[in-house]
């Protein structure tokens, strides 16, 4: 399967602990997207790498937020001192240029 | 206001029939525009691009209208498989990306 995979699929963590998803796009996508999404809203964009830089943030994000993609090929997404309402799921997406392709996501749910 | 509207629907249409949904935008210098398909649970597909000429494929078609901000997906003899929320994505030139809420369509037999 060469579409962009993510892992895990599903995390249940409790208040307070910290998190880290990763995302593995197409090969030859040099383009990442961080999105999450709760139930019957949009995905709502976090970050975007264009290879190893990260370029955009949203200001939406706290400081609890971290994402990387070292060497431009995979990326993790970091969520520290996590709270409930940061229970949803968080999709990752590549793109060649301008459309994106999601992976399955992971689904995070914070007790 | 929402930087990305659509009309959360529900629209719910008999099979055959012909659903047009309409997405707004305020980033005017906005660059890039897709619809994509989510079905329940599922991550996002991508449908289609939009461009301003217009883009067809099969029964769907798309259009861009940069001066009044909208783009607009026409669906023609609908069909149950057709049932899904659809999403429009706005992309400015700086990479950011702005997903609407999603349009709710249910195919009826």
């Known amino acids: 399967d060469t579409g962009v995979s993510q892992d895990p699929r599903h995390k249940i963590t409790k208040r307070g602990q910290n998190v880290t998803f990763r995302c593995d796009p197409i090969s030859e996508h040099n383009r990442l997207y961080w999105y999450r999404q709760t139930l019957g809203q949009g995905p709502e964009f976090l970050t975007y790498?264009?290879?190893?830089?990260?370029?955009?943030k949203s200001r939406l994000l706290s400081d609890r937020f971290s994402a990387e993609r070292p060497k431009g090929s995979f990326s993790t997404l970091e969520i520290q001192r996590t709270e409930q309402g940061d229970s949803a799921m968080y999709l990752c997406?590549?793109?060649?240029?301008?459309?994106?392709?999601f992976g399955p996501g992971t689904r995070l749910t914070v007790t | 206001r929402k930087e990305v509207e659509q009309d959360p629907g529900p629209f719910n249409v008999p099979e055959g029939a012909t659903v047009a949904f309409n997405c707004t935008y305020s980033?005017?210098?906005?660059?890039?525009f897709f619809w994509y398909r989510q079905d329940c649970r599922k991550e996002p597909k991508l449908l289609m691009s939009?461009?301003?000429s217009g883009n067809e494929d099969g029964r769907f078609t798309a259009q861009l209208n940069r001066a009044s901000q909208y783009i607009s997906l026409l669906i023609r003899d609908s069909k149950l498989s057709d049932s899904a929320t659809y999403l429009c994505?706005?992309?400015?030139?700086?990479?950011?990306?702005?997903f609407g809420d999603g349009t709710t369509l249910t195919v009826k037999p």
């Open positions: 790498f264009q290879n190893e830089a990260q370029l955009e």
């Open positions: 997406a590549s793109s060649p240029e301008y459309e994106q392709y």
């Open positions: 939009v461009y301003s």
């Open positions: 980033n005017s210098a906005s660059q890039s």
């Open positions: 994505v706005v992309t400015s030139n700086a990479g950011k990306s702005t």
